[in-house]
């Protein structure tokens, strides 16, 4: 070996080392920095024609793919599963406990109770106020938590614009770092703190949708979702919301390829991460909750307007006005059973009394004339105003009747039949026409519209609805756009929508006039109505308004609930007492003010068992309100427990891998010190051999 070789030899020692120092050094200064993964060096002998003649050294960053990939699934995982939980978790706290009074479900027993305290002193003014009281509060704790929960969809959209545009910030910087790796690789330089940049943007992507990564030979990496969509390359995708989606509150997800200007929808290619979790709240989720609370809100406002309107105020009023049912003069009546309808004095005795019943098609007064209707609304109306004759009148103009006494000092008075109650889709005369209702909506309350297929629709040709299919995820997978056709009934217009709903959704109606949509598809999970430009008659009301179709109509019931002016005005026109209108002859006395029947009959609406239709996760069921309040919040608590416990699951699993994972790529101090006097001692031995080389050289030079 020549002094040369030795020379050369013990330089390349000397640069090995000292780069194995400074990795070394890195590795120790970095050892709490989060994502970054430790330097491995590797020293490999140099090789020339005349033999070895030094050592090289490889320095690169310890990383693990198969882990690396395991803990960014698991981190998309957690991620999603982490925003569901705190949001749900919210959600049921909003709701509480319904034995806690400062709760909108504690407020809705205080309400019977109230009613229950004035039955026992009717006349008294303090008494009605408080009744009145507790029902606003019940009706302002349910607007209240109504909107709060819409809060909570309105703060999930807005983390959904900000976690979007950080996606594009870091899709973007991991794009520039692919170049710059690139760069590095191809100059025969380290990239390594490019690289440790670029996988610390990669972790927190991974967290915001659920990617897969491919190193690219060249350096860097290529970043798909993980059903293949391109996400960056050399260049990076922009993620943003869908620019056509109009004036929907909330809309879909769209992206950009790399390269690309076109927009394509997003949201189906996400499995994971906070986004997944971010959507999932807002369009699933609390959609769910809204909706079945909605229906809770509407079968407590319907308990109570069905007990009011079998109670009367004393003095009887003198006007019963209803509200709009979206029902026309030409609807069938679709009645069974007896009502009495009847005027009466200041005092509470008959001047008139008519005994309707619906199954003869008859209206018998106390004087034993007899008067036949038809079976249709506007028959009804015609012959019940020429049965009052010169004491009262009826009016039924834009879905809305009306009851009047033409004589000053009398009041109208109506009471459904003890044995024989007159019905309609579950609901008695005077609430289905919600003529002496209690509180008030501006949009119908049940969705039992007591319409059969052989009913005219009502709808003009040529109206539209436009229907959004949904996956089970509350997804728009689908929008369709639906005309009504030339045929004229009910049972064509539900045609006319399973034709447009082909392969998505069926309808259905049933015996109560509850037109619901069915999904066909198992990837559907609901049928949404976003746009809808149709109106029934001279009602003015749409189809999705009438039956209740789409999320946002039944979610709303629990919104603007007001307790009915006249009432608000003057709280003696509360229905405390009962009228006894079967078989009373003129001049007997029917009401007084000392009555609290009516009051007692709204104290037992609240344990009365109601039908309530499917909504959000509850199933349909026959029950009270009482106890519908009760499992709400039981479920609502159920599922906030269910996602934290995925939410546990899921960050156990994460942990594992990252624990696995930091094994491989952390850095170990004890280890680093092991390798720092190595390199040190190596270096000293190289320093050495140089330096005898160098005496080698002197020895020779002396002898010449």
Known sequence: MSIQTIMSTGLSALAANQQALKATSTNVANVNTEGYARLDVRFTSRSSAGGLTGVEVDIRRVANTYLAAAEMRGAADVAAADVLSQFMDRAQGLLGDPSDSSTV??????????????????????????????????????????????????????????????????????????????????????????????????????????????????????????????????????????SNAGNEPYPSLVMMSPRSTAEIPLESHLRGGELKGLLRVRDKELVDLQMAFGEFAAGASEALNAAHNQASAVPAPNELTGRNTGLLATDRLNFTGVTNIAIVDSNGAVVRNLRVDFNAGQILDDQANITNFANSVGDFQTALDSALGAEGS???????MTLSSDTIGTGVVVTDDVTNSAQRAGRGFSQTFGLNDLVSHGAPLSYATGLSNADLHGFTAGQSVAFAVRNTDGLIIRRIDMTVGAGTTIATLRADMDAALAGYGQTSLDANG????????????????????????????????LFGLGESLPAERARSLTIRDDIVANPDRLGVAQADLAGA???????????????????????????????????????????????????????????????AAAESVRKEVADRRMSEEGVNLDEELVNMTTYQQAYAAASRMIQAARDLYDIVLNMV
């Open 105 to 242: 479900f504690g407020t809705l027993d205080p309400v019977f109770s109230s009613f229950g305290a004035l039955a026992v002193d009717p006349a008294s003014a303090l008494r009605r106020s408080a009744a009145l009281s507790d029902v606003q509060t019940l009706l302002s704790q349910l607007d209240t938590t109504s909107s709060e929960i819409t809060a909570l969809r309105d703060e999930a959209n807005s983390r959904i614009i900000s976690t979007l545009d950080e996606a594009n910030a870091l899709m973007s910087g991991i794009a520039r770092l692919n170049a710059s790796i690139q760069r590095s690789t191809i100059a025969g330089q380290s990239a390594s703190e490019a690289e440790t940049e670029q996988q610390r943007m990669l972790d927190r992507l991974s967290e915001i949708m659920d990617i897969r990564t491919q190193s690219r030979s060249l350096g860097g990496v290529e970043i798909r979702t993980s059903d293949g969509l391109l996400l960056v390359d050399v260049d990076a995708a922009v993620v943003g919301v869908d």
């Open 394 to 400: 009826v009016s039924f103009q834009n879905g809305i």
């Open 514 to 545: 509850r037109l619901t949509i069915t999904s066909s598809n198992p990837d559907v999970g609901r049928v949404d109505v976003i746009d809808d430009a149709t109106a029934r008659g001279d009602t003015s009301m749409s189809l999705s308004s």
């Open 585 to 647: 002859a003129a001049g007997t006395r029917v009401l007084s003010p000392g009555d609290g029947r009516g009051a007692l009959g709204i104290e037992a609406a609240g344990t009365k068992s109601r039908t309530f239709a499917t909504a959000g996760g509850l199933t349909g069921q026959v029950t009270s309100v009482m106890d519908y309040a009760a499992r709400l919040a039981g479920h609502a608590g159920v599922r906030a427990e269910a996602l934290d416990s995925a939410r």
